[in-house]
């Protein structure tokens, strides 16, 4: 059976042309398995949960907990260093807004890169103007990656923070995060990982990583939206106050004080998302019956077919660089005489979807000296067949626009 029988989206029809979705790095499209997983609970296991002793709650709480295992599983953490938050922006908003608030101080740098998506930015802009701390952005080298060399340089003794992205979601560039981690570490620099962009097609260790905090979103790997995943430090979310007041994140309440409740649930105030949480176990489960194995083979080989073919177009103006085995299946490019905007709207007339404008990467497209960009963007249940039918409609927009 073909891998994509298992996303009932991938049968739509649009114009009377089948769909191909191009958009992956905006959000996966989601398997059978996961859209029952959601329909079960509400159908048969909707009661809310930690909060009730009866039979229904204990399953709902249950099965909640069991997708947080999995995470933990997933990530190779213990399970109470899993908060669940809406998305991978929440994620580091919390991050922010409880430890770097509390434990940086004014002229401490905060090191982000010139390739941070908004949501990796602002919180920390926010909190210049909070606290006054001072933001320092790494560049990247003339390939589109991170720059190791200059990493070395700009990690001074200045810096208490690094806060970067596994990937870019524009130039598709694995960066080398790990040696970047690693040099954090040895000064005893506090590190977050975006891994927004990474998780759906490679593994992560975050006992390897050493990381600090890492971040990413459930749809961006085949689960619902509404999930983010937060992993810290057990002793470093011990030592942060709460982030959100209310039900559930506390122990005790009076009428002068709280104490909060024990981890992970001081970060998790309210009603939680419970049934997409609940039903993203199931994701986690279809990427490992799959196994990274087959999704990193499939995945190259699109990424190569995709460059290659993109490379022929001469009228294209292509960002960043394919390195073998350091890129992800994206591609950011413009045609020559057509506005981004133009071309998404066009393709999408004939059911290829792409993504254009500046991807939440605003800073990085000022430095590309372009406005907007179009974005490609594959993942496993993509086809050469599809990359193919990029490209000729490429050409038949080209020659729409060609002076």
Known sequence: MSISKNFPILKTKINGHDLVYLDNASTCQKPQVMIEALSEFYTKHNANIHRSSNPLADIATKKYEDSRLAVAQFLNC????????????????????????????AGDVVLLSLAEHHSNIVPWLQLKQEIGIELAYLPLDKNGYLDIVQAKIMLTDKVKFVSIQAASNVLGSIHDYR??????????????????????????????????????????????????????????????????????????????????????????????????????????????NLTWEYIQKTEQELTDYLWQEMLK??????????????????????LKNAHAHDVAELLGEQAIIVRAGQHCTQILHESLGVPATVRASLTFYNTKKEIDLLIKNLRLIYNKFKV
Do not use: W
């Not at 399970?79 to 509390?102: D, G, H, Y």
């Open 78 to 105: 213990q399970k109470n260093e899993i908060i669940f938050t809406r998305n991978t922006t929440e994620s580091i908003n919390l991050v922010a807004k409880t430890f770097a608030k509390t434990f940086l101080q």
């Open 313 to 334: 177009l001469d009228f294209v103006d292509i960002y960043g660089k394919n390195i073998a085995n350091k890129h992800l299946p994206i591609i950011s490019f413009n």
């Open 179 to 288: 040696e970047i981690l690693k040099l954090a570490k040895v000064k005893n620099i506090t590190t977050l990982l975006d891994a927004a962009q990474i998780v759906a097609h490679e593994s992560l260790n975050v006992q390897e990583l050493a990381c600090d905090f890492l971040v990413f979103s459930a749809h961006k790997m085949f689960g619902p939206t509404g999930v983010g995943v937060l992993y810290g430090r057990k002793d470093l979310l011990q030592m942060m106050p709460a982030f959100l007041g209310g039900g559930e994140m506390i122990n005790q309440v009076l009428t002068d004080t709280f104490t909060p409740n024990e981890l992970p649930y001081k970060f998790e105030a309210g009603t939680p998302n419970i049934a997409d949480v609940v039903a993203f176990k199931s994701s986690l489960d279809f990427i490992k």
